[in-house]
């Protein structure tokens, strides 16, 4: 399944069959459903990336911002040879 049709079918009742426990939860949580996310992430035992936290954290963890100034990796390369 692509990003795409992962998303387009999010305008579902209900999450497509076959989805592993961690895109189940992430598929309820695409819905605005927390707690149906949230109950689908408990039941994960150990997938990399994908924890019962993940979801309940989302909405506090910050943005990444790209770095800025003059010091970007291309000069830093060159500074280090």
């Known amino acids: 399944m692509t990003f795409e049709e992962f998303r387009d079918s999010l305008l579902h009742d209900g999450p497509p069959k076959g ?3 961690g895109l189940t939860a992430l598929w309820w ?3 605005g459903e927390w ?3 949230h109950e689908s992430a408990q039941q ?3 997938v990399r990336g994908c924890t ?3 979801t309940a954290r ?3 963890l910050p943005t990444p ?3 800025t ?3 970007g990796p291309a000069k830093l390369l060159r500074e280090n040879r």
């Open 19 to 21: 989805l592993s426990l």
């Open 29 to 31: 949580d695409g819905k």
């Open 35 to 37: 707690t149906k996310a």
């Open 44 to 46: 994960v035992r150990q």
């Open 52 to 54: 019962p936290t993940s």
């Open 58 to 60: 989302k909405e506090t």
């Open 65 to 67: 911002t790209p770095p």
């Open 69 to 71: 100034g003059t010091r």
